[in-house]
């Protein structure tokens, strides 16, 4: 059975960094992409950054140069390093799996002004 753990979210204050984590069970990256998406209340998810499980990153506009996803294929995690975090960016934060569409239980960023 897969499961996909998300963690590191939490409260920061703005202009701050957080780190978060996706670490998966019963299934390896190395032969998928794994995307981060957040979702505000009442809209869509909304795409941060995928990988390959190769390491090959691509961000969303408003990620570009502020988040950096990696993958650690021995460990099996994913991260996304936030920086200059705003409180626009105060949401849950997902870790998918695709094509397999397996999804954490998601993480929650705070960010106070």
């Known amino acids: 059975q897969v499961q996909l753990v998300e963690s590191g979210g939490g409260l920061v204050q703005a202009g701050g960094s957080l780190r978060l984590s996706c670490a998966a069970s019963g299934t390896s990256f190395r032969a998928n992409i794994v995307r981060w998406y957040r979702q505000f209340p009442g809209k869509q998810l909304e795409l941060v950054a995928p990988?390959?499980?190769?390491?090959?990153?691509n961000y969303a506009y408003f990620a570009k140069g502020l988040f950096t996803i990696s993958i650690n294929n021995s460990k099996n995690t994913v991260y996304l390093q936030m920086s200059s975090l705003q409180p626009d960016d105060t949401t849950v934060y997902y870790c998918?799996?695709?094509?397999?569409?397996?999804w954490g239980q998601g993480t929650q960023v705070t960010v106070s002004s």
């Open positions: 990988i390959t499980g190769s390491g090959s990153p």
């Open positions: 998918n799996l695709f094509p397999a569409n397996n």
